[in-house]
């Protein structure tokens, strides 16, 4: 994996503040600024190296084309409702993240009384089939009853430890 050194913010698009608690997290335990993506167009140079923490939808980062078009984004997060760590893969593949740049998935959480519009309405609808789903399975798995759980009734997923990879990266490669 190439070295990151020389990483001067942490830059980020929330919907519901699961990814802004998550770069504010990580601000504290690295002592990286953080800026939401509007603001760091405005505060950082352009083409300086950054991390970006996106909210996922359908396994897009949201905000990542225009970050990467602004920055030199040295690793992606993408923040959504699986377990942390589980959709490394999908995220590097569904935003065409470039091989040598870390990827990162973390899970957020869902709160549907805090998302608007289009979004709001994929959601209740993604609430209703997969937790229906979810809900007359048998046998599921911790993780499924997780996701079945955050689909009912909601929550915050966020915590320290989820970072864990991502700050093992950034002391590794990055200092």
Aim: aromatic content about 8%; hydrophobic content about 35%.
């Amino acid at each position: 994996m190439e070295a990151a050194q020389g990483i001067k913010a942490i830059v980020y698009t929330s919907e519901t503040g699961h990814t802004k608690q998550y770069a504010h997290l990580f601000a504290q335990q690295t002592g990286l600024p953080a800026y939401d993506l509007k603001t760091a167009k405005g505060a950082l140079p352009q083409h300086c190296q950054v991390i970006y923490m996106g909210w996922l939808m359908a396994g897009s980062v949201k905000g990542y084309k225009e970050a990467a078009s602004c920055f030199a984004v040295k690793a992606l997060c993408g923040v959504g409702m699986a377990r942390t760590g589980s959709q490394d893969e999908d995220i590097r593949r569904n935003n065409n993240v470039p091989e040598g740049t870390p990827v990162f998935s973390l899970q957020g959480g869902f709160q549907l009384e805090k998302l608007h519009g289009m979004y709001k309405m994929m959601m209740k609808v993604m609430k209703a089939t997969a937790g229906k789903g979810l809900a007359n399975k048998q046998n599921r798995t911790p993780e499924e009853d997780d996701m079945l759980d955050l689909l009912q009734n909601g929550g915050n997923r966020v915590n320290a430890e989820n970072l864990a990879a991502l700050q093992e990266w950034y002391e590794n490669y990055c200092r």
